[in-house]
Each structure stands twice: as structure tokens, then as C-alpha cells.
């Protein structure tokens, strides 16, 4: 199978799960696993915050972030179109009853300031208290620019808000800028990243933020039943995923670019920003190409803009085979 669907998808490498399978663990509820204790000092260490928190999955490390920043009654300001917004089932509000209030990014994944400095509610009983802005980093594969990050950065300084970075894929965002991870997360407060994508581990996330906001969100992820016990298991995969992954996303981020060029030769519009290439596809060859590629072993999520996503698990020989299997589906309409 070629799997072009996520970055998700990717498996664990045979090292990987030889780290995994000489983990030494203990319970993690009691702080006693060398490996996530591991795990998490070496993410804090990297993003330059005091404290780090391993957490089972990415919806879960942002809902934790939200909840210890933001009490009932609090807002965050937040895109249209952001992953802890609009696809993370509601739980800010649902469980939090913490307020979303997205507006529209810009084109290149930003939200602009001025927009959020419009949707900042006065200190008034009508209002929810405007506390957090949280960004995306990357964005739809965008990378942030490093000016308006810090930018935002000393904006949110100036209105006493808090700044979160839904930062799943930022390393994608580091290995583009060849930057370490700490240039990017010192304008933050708190910044989540998955373990899971493009670095290849089965699970996990990282919270990172102040040593006092991570004791609370220790609490948020226990109350969210994400206290994991015997989990160095788990954090071994991350912590060969953080040696041994991280660098390499530059092959993902040059397959990409290699696929949009090979896609954009056979006449489709196509845009791609580092691991992910949108092509666009006339309506009525959505379900037929799906299909065509399916019955191939190659899985795609086929749309008028269709998101395929380059990761570990597919090569370019992978990718040469996509390109064929695409000509060959373009010749038979
Ligand atoms: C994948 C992703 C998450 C978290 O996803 P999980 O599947 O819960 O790990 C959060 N934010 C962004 C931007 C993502 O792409």
C-alpha cells in the first residue's frame, strides 16, 4: 500500500520498536517512568520551556493546553479553519466551556493582528474574557513566518494575552527554516507537538510550556483519563522518533515538491508546502480517481482539492508509481 492520506499513517520502523521493546518503564502516574521522565526533560529541553508533558494523543495535548490556560468563561481567539477549532470534536467548549472565537486566516496559514486585535472583547460582563490566542504552526503545510511569530508574540505581551502554538507538524516548520525548534517556540507560552506524524512514532504528543502551567495540565490530563501508566513504552518510540526523525522530514519536504512538479506536468494545479501537495481535480474525476488509485494500493482522499501527504513510508520510487498510475487514469477518461 502507498498511503498519500496523512502523515499519520506512517508505522514504526524495526528500530523503533526495538527501542520500544527494551524500554525500561515504571508508572507514570506516579512520575516513576525513566522513559517518559526521559522524554519529556529532552522536550523541554528542546523547546527551551521548563516543563514538558507526554500525552496519548495531539486533540488531547491541545485540550489540556486550552483547559489550563483558560478558566469557564474564558475565550480563545483561533482560525476558521484550525485543528483546535474545527476538528477537535468541539472539546474546548464541550468540556471546557471555554469559548472559540475563530476568524479567517490569511492566505499564508497567519491570523492576521490586526483581525484579532478586532475580535479582543472589552472587560465588560457582556463579554467572555478574551485570554489566549492560539496559532497553527504549520498551517495546511505553511510554514509561519518567524517575523510574524514574533510579532504575535510581543502583540499578545501588550493585551496580557496568553499564546499557544498547535505546533503538530512544527518540526516540519524548523527543518524548512533550518532553525532549531527553540528559535520558534520562544515566542509562545505553550506549544503541542505529535509524535505521531512525519517522525513517525505509533503515539504521543508533547505539551511544553512554565514549569506551574505544567503541573496543571499533569491534572487536565489525568481528569481526561490521559495518565498512562507502564507509557515509556510509548515515549521510547518518541524519543527515537525526536534522534532519528526529525532531520530527515527534509526527504519528505523534496518528495513533495519532487510530486507537484511531476502532477503539475501533467496539467493539474498544484500548490505544496513541505510535506503536503493540494491538487486540484475537476469534480467528476473525484470518485473515479479514488477508486482508480484504490484498486492500485494506493490510498488518497480524493476531493476538488485533494491533500496527499508525504511521510517516512513513502519513497520516491513510491511516488514514481503514484505518477504512473495517475498518467494511466488521465489517459483512460
Ligand atoms: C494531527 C493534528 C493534531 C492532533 O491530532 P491527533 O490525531 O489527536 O494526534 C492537532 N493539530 C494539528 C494541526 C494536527 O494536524
Not at 294 to 321: G, M, Y
Amino acid at each position: 500500500m502507498i498511503d498519500l492520506r496523512s502523515d499519520t499513517v506512517t508505522r514504526p520502523s524495526p528500530a523503533m520498536l526495538s527501542a520500544m521493546v527494551s524500554a525500561r518503564t515504571g508508572d507514570d502516574v506516579y512520575g516513576d517512568d525513566p522513559g517518559v521522565n526521559a522524554l519529556e526533560a529532552e522536550a523541554a529541553h528542546l523547546s527551551g520551556k521548563a516543563a514538558a508533558l507526554f500525552l496519548p494523543t495531539g486533540t488531547q495535548a491541545n485540550l489540556v493546553a486550552l483547559l489550563s490556560h483558560c478558566q469557564r468563561g474564558d475565550e480563545y481567539i483561533v482560525g476558521q479553519q484550525a485543528h483546535n477549532y474545527k476538528y477537535e470534536a468541539g472539546g474546548a467548549a464541550v468540556l471546557g466551556s471555554i469559548q472559540p472565537q475563530p476568524i479567517e486566516a490569511a492566505e499564508d496559514g497567519t491570523l492576521p493582528l490586526e483581525k484579532v486585535a478586532a475580535a479582543i472583547k472589552p472587560d465588560d460582563m457582556h463579554f467572555a474574557r478574551t485570554r489566549l490566542l492560539s496559532l497553527e504552526n504549520t498551517f495546511g503545510g505553511r510554514v509561519l513566518p518567524v517575523a510574524y511569530l514574533a510579532e504575535a508574540w510581543r502583540f499578545t505581551r501588550e493585551r496580557q494575552l496568553a499564546l499557544h502554538i498547535d505546533g503538530a507538524r512544527i518540526f516540519n516548520a524548523t527543518v524548512a527554516l533550518e532553525l532549531p525548534l527553540s528559535s520558534l517556540s520562544c515566542y509562545c507560552d505553550t506549544l503541542t507537538i505529535c509524535l505521531s506524524k512525519g517522525l513517525g512514532a505509533p503515539v504521543g504528543s508533547l505539551l511544553c510550556g512554565d514549569a506551574d502551567y505544567i503541573q496543571r495540565a499533569r491534572r487536565w490530563r489525568k481528569m481526561t483519563g490521559g495518565g498512562m501508566r507502564q507509557a515509556g513504552i510509548l515515549a521510547a518510540a518518541g524519543s527515537y522518533a525526536l534522534e532519528n526523525n526529525v532531520t530527515r522530514l527534509q526527504e519528505d519536504h523534496e518528495n513533495a515538491r519532487w510530486l507537484a512538479e511531476q502532477l503539475q506536468a501533467l496539467g493539474i494545479t498544484v500548490s505544496q508546502h513541505t510535506n503536503m501537495v493540494f491538487a486540484q481535480l475537476p469534480p467528476e474525476q473525484v470518485a473515479p480517481l479514488q477508486a482508480w488509485m484504490r484498486a492500485r494500493n494506493i490510498l488518497i482522499s480524493a476531493a476538488p482539492v485533494t491533500r496527499l501527504v508525504t511521510h517516512l513510508d513513502v519513497d520516491r520510487a513510491a511516488l514514481q508509481q503514484v505518477i504512473t498510475q495517475w498518467k494511466a487514469f488521465l489517459a483512460a477518461q
